[in-house]
C-alpha cells in the first residue's frame, strides 16, 4: 500500500512456531467455519481518507456456504466481499487506538461469527507500519515473548550519484497483561542498536512510567538494553504508556535517534458490572400491551468496553409477585430497556412487581462473566378500568320545609380504582325529578359519597315529595377497552317534613298618607298577616314591636291599626315626611312562630306653624341711610305653607313705627332701618309681625334685638360707642378701672415681697457644705492617706498656741459651721493642757451646755467644731496606734461618755468577735 494510506502491511513475527501455527490449515477433518484469526490489529495514520483500505479480515467457509454476509458495528468503517476494511468516510482517530467488531452472518442458517478488529494511531510519520494477528492460541491477555528488535540506523546508498534514505521501522506496540503475578521484573522486549558490534552503546528509556509519574514502572538494562516492567498493572488506572528509547555512546553521544515504545495494558476482567442505582422505580399502566416500555437500568463496567471483560448483559433474574405470570417483563440485553412482555397487568390485583436485575461482563456469559444485581420496583399505575357503582338502586331521605344547607341523604358507591385519584374519585348528578334545582349532589372528599344538598329552601304546601334520579361517573373518562358502562344510575326518593311556619305580611313595609294633626282614634289600615300553613288550623295575633313616639294601636285579632296620638310632621321621629312602625304577627302553633311587618305614614303638611323672624340680634348704626338691616322669617312647614312672608310694624307702641321702618325686598327677604335722624346709642327690642303664604295663614310677633351705636366713616360701630351701646354709663367704667388699679397694685406689691425674701435668704446661707451636715446624711470614709510620719505636714498649723497676737490667733472656744458669727463669740471653757481621764468628757459636757444656751444656734442639731487642741500632744504622731483587737488597751470607759460614744464602745470594748 502507499504511505498516504496510513497503513503498513508488515507482519513481525513474534516466534516461527507462532507462524508454523497460524499458516496450519482451518479444516482438520470436519469442516468448521470461521475467522482466520480472533482479533485483528493495524497500524494506521491518525488521518483516514474516504474509501482507504484499512485491512483484510480473513473468513475461511465449509463448502455448500456461499450466502455469507460481512457486517461491522461501526458506521465508519464497511467490509467488503472480500473483507477488505474500507473507511466509509473521511476519518481523524481521536485516541491512540480503535475498535470494532466485524461479523459474517450465514443468511440461510442465521448463524454468526465475530472478530475484534484494533486500529492503532502511529505517532511517527514513518512510511512503514507493522500488522500483527493475534490467534486463537494467543490471547492477549497473555505476556509476549522477549523480543530482539533492532533499532534503524540510517544508511545513505549512492546509485548513479543518487542519495536515497533507509527508512525507520515503526516498532509495533507492546502488549502487557493488567494484574501479572509476576515474577517482577519481568521482561518486556530487548532493544539493541546494530551498531552495538562496533562500540560500546547504552540504552535508555524516557517517558509516562519511567523518568515521569508515575514513576521506574518501566525499566531497562543500560547495557543489554533488556526493558522491563516492575510491578503489576492496571488498565483501569491507566491503559497505555508512550516511551522513548535512546541509545549513546559511552560519553553520552547520539548514536542512533530515539525511538517510540508504544506499551498497551491488555484489559484483564477484574471488575464487575456497577449499576448506577441500587434500587429503580418505575411504573406501568394497568392494562398494559405487551412491549410497553416501562423503565430503564443502566450498569457500568470499569473494564475495556470495546472487549467482552467490557460488554454488559442484562438478565431478570426473579420476578416478585408471579402472577398473573411469572414472566410479566423482559428486559433488553443490551440495553437494560424493561418492557412488559405479557398482558394482564392489574392493579387491582397486584399493585406493585420487585424484579432483580442482573448484570453480567463477557457478553453475558454466566460460566466467565462476573455479575451484579439490582431491584426494580415496577408500580402499576391505576386506569379508569373500573366506572363507579351505586351500593343500592334506591336511597331515601327527608328534609324539613324552608331549610337550606341541609344534606338530605348519602349516596353510597364502590370503585375498585386508586382512592382519591382521578380514576376514583366520584361526579354525581341529577338528571331528573328536580325542575326548580332545589338540590344539588356534593362528592365528600373522603368516603366519596354523594351527599344529596338542599340548596334551595322546600315549601310542604307546595311539594310534599320530590323523586331524583341520580347518575354517577369518574372524573377520569373510562379506559378505552373497557366492556361497561361508564356510569350508573340510582334513584333518591326525598321527603318534605311539614314545620309550623311564621305568619308573615304579604304587604310587607306598607305605605299610606295622611294629614298630620288627626285626631286619636283616627283608624289608619288593617294590617293583616297571612299564615302559610294551609293545612293547620292556628289564630295569628298582633302587637306593636317599635312605635317610636307611641303614636299607634294595632287591633290584637283583627290587625286594624289606629292612632293613639296626634302625628306632627315636624317632630323629631319623622324622617323624610314618614313615621314608621314595625309590628309582630305571631300564630299559636307549637313551637309559636312569629313574623313582622313595617308600617311607613307618609304625613301630609297642614299651615300649623308660625314664621319665625331671623335673625334675632343686630347692629345699626345710630345715623339713618348708612346701614340697615336684612332680614327673613323660618317656617317648620314646608311649601306652600311657608313664604313668601309679610313683615310689618306694629301699632303699638306708636314709638315703633315712629323710630323704624320696614321695606320689603322679595317674598322672603326685608329690610329694617331708622326712620328718624338720630337715635341715641344703645340696645332696642324692635317687633315685627311676620305672617305666612298656609291656608289659611298664620301670623307671628317676633322681636329682634337691634344694637345702636356711633359709627366712623366707614360704618363701624367705635370702641366706644361700642361700650356705650352695651348700657354701661361712665360710673360703671370708672370703677371697672379702679379695681383694675388696685388689682395690679397687689401683684406689684406681691412680687416686691417675694424678692425681699429671696434675698433675706441668700443673706443667710449655711456656712457648712451639703456634704458635712450631720443632719440624716450619709458620710463617706474611703480618705485615710498615711500618718503624721509618712507625710510631710506641720503639724503646729493645727494647735492652738498658749500666747499669740490677737490678730493671728482664733477665739478659743465652740464654732458653728452652719453659720457665720456675727458679734463676738461666746466663751467657752478651754481644754486642759495636759490631758486627763476625765477631761475629754467634761470638755464636751461643757461645751454641750454651752451651745444649748447659745441663743445664736438654730432649733436642730448642727455640727460643732472644737478648734482648740491644746498645746501638743504628748502620744506623738498617731501612726503609733495599734488597731490590732489583740492589744492591752481598754476601751470600757467609752461607755461612760454618753450616748454620744455608745457606737465606739459597742466597737472596741464591746467583747471578742464572732
Same mark, same amino acid.
Given at each position: 500500500?502507499?504511505?498516504?494510506?496510513?497503513?503498513?502491511?508488515?507482519?513481525?513475527?513474534?516466534?516461527?512456531?507462532?507462524?508454523?501455527?497460524?499458516?496450519?490449515?482451518?479444516?482438520?477433518?470436519?469442516?468448521?467455519?470461521?475467522?482466520?484469526?480472533?482479533?485483528?490489529?493495524?497500524?494506521?495514520? /491518525?488521518? +483516514?481518507?474516504?474509501?482507504?483500505?484499512?485491512?483484510?479480515?480473513?473468513?475461511?467457509?465449509?463448502?455448500?456456504?456461499?450466502?455469507?454476509?460481512?457486517?461491522?458495528?461501526?458506521?465508519?468503517?464497511?467490509?467488503?466481499?472480500?473483507?477488505?476494511?474500507?473507511?466509509?468516510?473521511?476519518?481523524?482517530?481521536?485516541?491512540?487506538?480503535?475498535?470494532?467488531?466485524?461479523?459474517?452472518?450465514?443468511?440461510?442458517?442465521?448463524?454468526?461469527?465475530?472478530?475484534?478488529?484494533? !486500529?492503532?494511531?502511529?505517532?511517527?510519520?514513518?512510511?512503514?507500519?507493522?500488522? =500483527?494477528?493475534?490467534?486463537?492460541?494467543?490471547?492477549?491477555?497473555?505476556?509476549?515473548?522477549?523480543?530482539?528488535?533492532?533499532?534503524?540506523?540510517?544508511?545513505?546508498?549512492?546509485?548513479?550519484?543518487?542519495?536515497? %534514505?533507509?527508512?525507520?521501522?515503526?516498532?509495533?506496540? +507492546?502488549?502487557?497483561?493488567?494484574?501479572?503475578?509476576?515474577?517482577?521484573?519481568?521482561?518486556?522486549?530487548?532493544? /539493541?542498536?546494530?551498531?552495538?558490534?562496533?562500540?560500546?552503546?547504552?540504552?535508555?528509556? =524516557?517517558?509516562?512510567?519511567?523518568?515521569?509519574?508515575?514513576?521506574?514502572?518501566?525499566?531497562?538494562?543500560?547495557?543489554?538494553? /533488556?526493558?522491563?516492567?516492575?510491578?503489576?498493572?492496571?488498565?483501569?488506572?491507566?491503559?497505555?504508556?508512550?516511551?522513548?528509547?535512546?541509545?549513546?555512546?559511552?560519553?553520552?553521544?547520539?548514536?542512533?535517534?530515539?525511538?517510540?515504545?508504544? +506499551?498497551?495494558?491488555?484489559?484483564?476482567?477484574?471488575?464487575?458490572?456497577?449499576?448506577?442505582?441500587?434500587?429503580?422505580?418505575?411504573?406501568?399502566?394497568?392494562?398494559?400491551?405487551?412491549?410497553?416500555?416501562?423503565?430503564?437500568?443502566?450498569?457500568?463496567?470499569?473494564?475495556?468496553?470495546?472487549?467482552?471483560?467490557?460488554?454488559?448483559?442484562?438478565?431478570?433474574?426473579?420476578?416478585?409477585?408471579?402472577?398473573?405470570?411469572?414472566?410479566?417483563?423482559?428486559?433488553?440485553?443490551?440495553?437494560?430497556?424493561?418492557?412488559?412482555?405479557?398482558?394482564?397487568?392489574?392493579?387491582?390485583?397486584?399493585?406493585?412487581?420487585?424484579?432483580?436485575?442482573?448484570?453480567?461482563?463477557?457478553?453475558?456469559?454466566?460460566?466467565?462473566?462476573?455479575?451484579?444485581?439490582?431491584?426494580?420496583?415496577?408500580?402499576?399505575?391505576?386506569?379508569?378500568?373500573?366506572?363507579?357503582?351505586?351500593?343500592?338502586?334506591?336511597?331515601?331521605?327527608?328534609?324539613?320545609?324552608?331549610?337550606?344547607?341541609?344534606?338530605?341523604?348519602?349516596?353510597?358507591?364502590?370503585?375498585?380504582?386508586?382512592?382519591?385519584?382521578?380514576?376514583?374519585?366520584?361526579?354525581?348528578?341529577?338528571? &331528573?325529578?328536580?325542575?326548580?334545582?332545589?338540590?344539588?349532589?356534593?362528592?365528600?372528599?373522603?368516603?366519596?359519597?354523594?351527599?344529596?344538598?338542599?340548596?334551595?329552601?322546600?315549601?310542604?304546601?307546595?311539594?310534599?315529595?320530590?323523586?331524583?334520579?341520580?347518575?354517577?361517573?369518574?372524573?377520569?373518562? !373510562?379506559?378505552?377497552?373497557?366492556?361497561?358502562?361508564?356510569?350508573?344510575?340510582?334513584?333518591?326518593?326525598?321527603?318534605?317534613?311539614?314545620?309550623?311556619?311564621? #305568619?308573615?305580611?304579604?304587604?310587607?313595609?306598607?305605605?299610606?298618607?295622611?294629614?298630620?294633626?288627626?285626631?286619636?282614634?283616627?283608624?289608619?289600615? =288593617?294590617?293583616?298577616?297571612?299564615?302559610?300553613?294551609?293545612?293547620?288550623?292556628?289564630?295569628?295575633?298582633?302587637?306593636?314591636?317599635?312605635?317610636?313616639?307611641?303614636?299607634?294601636?294595632?287591633?290584637?285579632? *283583627?290587625?286594624?291599626?289606629?292612632?293613639?296620638?296626634?302625628?306632627?310632621?315636624?317632630?323629631?321621629?319623622?324622617?323624610?315626611?314618614?313615621?314608621?312602625?314595625?309590628?309582630?304577627?305571631?300564630?299559636?302553633?307549637?313551637?309559636?312562630?312569629?313574623?313582622?311587618?313595617?308600617?311607613?305614614?307618609?304625613?301630609?303638611?297642614?299651615?300649623?306653624?308660625?314664621?319665625?323672624?331671623?335673625?334675632?340680634?343686630?347692629?345699626?348704626?345710630?345715623?339713618?341711610?348708612?346701614?340697615?338691616?336684612?332680614?327673613?322669617?323660618?317656617?317648620?312647614?314646608?311649601?306652600?305653607?311657608?313664604?313668601?312672608?309679610?313683615?310689618?310694624?306694629?301699632?303699638?307702641?306708636?314709638?315703633?313705627?315712629?323710630?323704624?321702618?320696614?321695606?320689603?325686598?322679595?317674598?322672603?327677604?326685608?329690610?329694617?332701618?331708622?326712620?328718624?335722624?338720630?337715635?341715641?346709642?344703645?340696645?332696642?327690642?324692635?317687633?315685627?309681625?311676620?305672617?305666612?303664604?298656609?291656608?289659611?295663614?298664620?301670623?307671628?310677633? &317676633?322681636?329682634?334685638?337691634?344694637?345702636?351705636?356711633?359709627?366712623?366713616?366707614?360704618?363701624?360701630?367705635?370702641?366706644?360707642?361700642?361700650?356705650?351701646?352695651?348700657?354701661?354709663? =361712665?360710673?360703671?367704667?370708672?370703677?371697672?378701672? +379702679?379695681?383694675?388699679?388696685?388689682?395690679?397694685?397687689?401683684?406689684?406689691?406681691?412680687?416686691?415681697?417675694?424678692?425681699? /425674701?429671696?434675698?433675706?435668704?441668700?443673706?443667710?446661707?449655711?456656712?457648712?457644705?451639703?456634704?458635712?451636715?450631720?443632719?440624716?446624711?450619709?458620710?463617706?470614709?474611703?480618705?485615710?492617706?498615711?500618718?503624721?510620719?509618712?507625710?510631710?505636714?506641720?503639724?503646729?498649723?493645727?494647735?492652738?498656741?498658749?500666747?499669740?497676737?490677737? *490678730?493671728?490667733?482664733?477665739?478659743?472656744?465652740?464654732?458653728?459651721?452652719?453659720?457665720?458669727?456675727?458679734?463676738?463669740? #461666746? %466663751?467657752?471653757?478651754?481644754?486642759?493642757?495636759?490631758?486627763?481621764?476625765?477631761?475629754?468628757?467634761?470638755?464636751?459636757?461643757?461645751?454641750?451646755?454651752?451651745?444649748?444656751?447659745?441663743?445664736?444656734?438654730?432649733?436642730?442639731?448642727?455640727?460643732?467644731?472644737?478648734?482648740?487642741?491644746?498645746?501638743?500632744?504628748?502620744?506623738?504622731?498617731?501612726?503609733?496606734?495599734?488597731?490590732?483587737?489583740?492589744?492591752?488597751?481598754?476601751?470600757?470607759?467609752?461607755?461612760?461618755?454618753?450616748?454620744?460614744?455608745?457606737?465606739?464602745?459597742?466597737?472596741?470594748?464591746?467583747?471578742?468577735?464572732?
Amino acid at each position: 500500500m502507499t504511505a498516504g494510506s496510513g497503513v503498513l502491511l508488515v507482519v513481525l513475527s513474534l516466534s516461527g512456531a507462532l507462524r508454523a501455527h497460524q499458516e496450519e490449515p482451518v479444516a482438520r477433518g470436519t469442516c468448521k467455519a470461521g475467522f482466520s484469526e480472533e482479533g485483528y490489529t493495524a497500524w494506521v495514520s /491518525r488521518n +483516514i481518507p474516504e474509501g482507504g483500505k484499512l485491512l483484510k479480515v480473513k473468513f475461511s467457509s465449509c463448502p455448500g456456504t456461499r450466502r455469507m454476509q460481512y457486517e461491522t458495528n461501526s458506521v465508519d468503517f464497511r467490509v467488503g466481499a472480500d473483507g477488505t476494511i474500507f473507511a466509509t468516510r473521511e476519518l481523524q482517530i481521536p485516541s491512540e487506538q480503535l475498535a470494532f467488531m466485524v461479523t459474517v452472518r450465514d443468511r440461510q442458517t442465521a448463524e454468526r461469527w465475530d472478530a475484534m478488529v484494533r !486500529l492503532l494511531v502511529a505517532q511517527t510519520s514513518a512510511p512503514h507500519s507493522a500488522h =500483527t494477528q493475534r490467534g486463537k492460541n494467543t490471547p492477549l491477555d497473555a505476556p509476549a515473548a522477549p523480543l530482539d528488535m533492532l533499532l534503524p540506523w540510517p544508511q545513505l546508498h549512492s546509485t548513479g550519484g543518487l542519495r536515497r %534514505q533507509k527508512r525507520d521501522w515503526v516498532i509495533p506496540p +507492546i502488549n502487557v497483561p493488567e494484574n501479572s503475578r509476576g515474577p517482577f521484573p519481568q521482561q518486556l522486549v530487548r532493544i /539493541r542498536s546494530d551498531k552495538d558490534n562496533d562500540i560500546p552503546i547504552r540504552y535508555s528509556v =524516557t517517558g509516562v512510567g519511567a523518568d515521569q509519574p508515575p514513576m521506574e514502572v518501566f525499566s531497562i538494562d543500560s547495557m543489554s538494553g /533488556r526493558m522491563y516492567v516492575t510491578r503489576p498493572m492496571d488498565r483501569e488506572e491507566r491503559a497505555s504508556y508512550h516511551l522513548r528509547a535512546h541509545a549513546v555512546d559511552m560519553n553520552g553521544n547520539k548514536v542512533e535517534n530515539p525511538i517510540d515504545l508504544y +506499551i498497551y495494558v491488555i484489559d484483564m476482567n477484574d471488575n464487575r458490572p456497577e449499576f448506577m442505582n441500587q434500587v429503580y422505580n418505575g411504573s406501568v399502566d394497568e392494562g398494559s400491551k405487551p412491549g410497553t416500555y416501562v423503565m430503564t437500568v443502566t450498569a457500568n463496567d470499569a473494564d475495556d468496553s470495546t472487549t467482552a471483560n467490557g460488554m454488559v448483559r442484562y438478565r431478570i433474574v426473579t420476578q416478585m409477585p408471579q402472577s398473573p405470570s411469572q414472566n410479566m417483563f423482559t428486559i433488553n440485553s443490551e440495553t437494560g430497556d424493561i418492557v412488559t412482555v405479557a398482558a394482564g397487568l392489574d392493579r387491582e390485583k397486584v399493585q406493585q412487581y420487585t424484579v432483580i436485575i442482573q448484570a453480567t461482563d463477557m457478553e453475558g456469559n454466566l460460566n466467565y462473566g462476573l455479575s451484579n444485581t439490582a431491584t426494580a420496583i415496577i408500580t402499576v399505575t391505576d386506569v379508569n378500568d373500573n366506572p363507579p357503582e351505586f351500593t343500592s338502586s334506591t336511597f331515601v331521605g327527608e328534609v324539613p320545609e324552608n331549610r337550606v344547607e341541609t344534606v338530605v341523604a348519602n349516596l353510597t358507591v364502590l370503585d375498585r380504582d386508586q382512592p382519591h385519584s382521578a380514576s376514583w374519585n366520584a361526579v354525581y348528578r341529577i338528571i &331528573s325529578g328536580d325542575p326548580s334545582g332545589h338540590f344539588r349532589v356534593r362528592t365528600d372528599p373522603v368516603s366519596n359519597e354523594g351527599m344529596v344538598t338542599l340548596v334551595k329552601a322546600v315549601d310542604y304546601e307546595l311539594n310534599r315529595a320530590f323523586m331524583l334520579t341520580v347518575v354517577v361517573s369518574n372524573q377520569a373518562p !373510562l379506559a378505552s377497552g373497557i366492556q361497561m358502562s361508564f356510569q350508573s344510575t340510582a334513584g333518591v326518593t326525598i321527603s318534605v317534613v311539614d314545620i309550623n311556619e311564621a #305568619p308573615y305580611f304579604p304587604s310587607n313595609h306598607k305605605l299610606i298618607r295622611l294629614e298630620e294633626g288627626a285626631p286619636i282614634g283616627t283608624v289608619l289600615t =288593617t294590617f293583616s298577616a297571612v299564615d302559610p300553613d294551609r293545612f293547620m288550623q292556628q289564630a295569628v295575633r298582633y302587637s306593636k314591636l317599635s312605635d317610636p313616639a307611641n303614636w299607634l294601636r294595632i287591633n290584637a285579632t *283583627s290587625g286594624q291599626v289606629s292612632t293613639a296620638a296626634v302625628l306632627d310632621r315636624e317632630s323629631l321621629f319623622i324622617n323624610n315626611n314618614v313615621y314608621e312602625a314595625t309590628f309582630l304577627a305571631a300564630d299559636n302553633g307549637i313551637p309559636p312562630a312569629s313574623g313582622t311587618g313595617t308600617l311607613q305614614v307618609y304625613l301630609i303638611d297642614i299651615n300649623d306653624n308660625p314664621p319665625e323672624l331671623l335673625p334675632k340680634e343686630a347692629q345699626i348704626c345710630e345715623k339713618p341711610g348708612l346701614n340697615a338691616i336684612n332680614i327673613t322669617a323660618a317656617d317648620a312647614d314646608v311649601d306652600p305653607n311657608i313664604g313668601p312672608y309679610v313683615f310689618e310694624l306694629p301699632f303699638v307702641p306708636a314709638a315703633v313705627r315712629k323710630n323704624w321702618t320696614i321695606t320689603r325686598l322679595n317674598g322672603d327677604y326685608a329690610q329694617l332701618s331708622l326712620r328718624i335722624l338720630f337715635l341715641e346709642a344703645g340696645v332696642y327690642e324692635v317687633p315685627i309681625i311676620v305672617t305666612d303664604s298656609g291656608n289659611p295663614p298664620l301670623s307671628n310677633m &317676633s322681636f329682634i334685638k337691634v344694637k345702636v351705636c356711633p359709627c366712623d366713616e366707614n360704618g363701624d360701630c367705635t370702641a366706644v360707642g361700642a361700650v356705650a351701646a352695651a348700657g354701661l354709663g =361712665t360710673g360703671a367704667i370708672t370703677a371697672i378701672l +379702679i379695681c383694675i388699679l388696685i388689682l395690679l397694685t397687689m401683684v406689684l406689691l406681691f412680687v416686691v415681697w417675694m424678692k425681699r /425674701r429671696e434675698k433675706e435668704r441668700h443673706a443667710k446661707q449655711l456656712l457648712i457644705d451639703p456634704e458635712d451636715d450631720v443632719r440624716d446624711n450619709i458620710l463617706k470614709y474611703d480618705e485615710e492617706g498615711g500618718g503624721e510620719e509618712d507625710q510631710d505636714y506641720d503639724l503646729s498649723q493645727l494647735q492652738q498656741p498658749e500666747v499669740a497676737d490677737h *490678730s493671728l490667733s482664733k477665739a478659743p472656744g465652740v464654732r458653728r459651721v452652719d453659720e457665720r458669727p456675727v458679734g463676738a463669740e #461666746p %466663751q467657752y471653757p478651754a481644754r486642759p493642757v495636759v490631758p486627763h481621764p476625765g477631761d475629754i468628757g467634761d470638755f464636751i459636757s461643757e461645751g454641750l451646755r454651752a451651745a444649748d444656751n447659745d441663743p445664736t444656734a438654730p432649733p436642730y442639731d448642727s455640727l460643732l467644731v472644737f478648734d482648740y487642741e491644746g498645746s501638743g500632744s504628748t502620744a506623738g504622731s498617731v501612726s503609733s496606734l495599734n488597731s490590732s483587737s489583740s492589744g492591752d488597751q481598754g476601751y470600757d470607759y467609752l461607755n461612760d461618755w454618753g450616748p454620744r460614744f455608745k457606737k465606739l464602745a459597742d466597737m472596741y470594748g464591746g467583747g471578742d468577735e464572732d
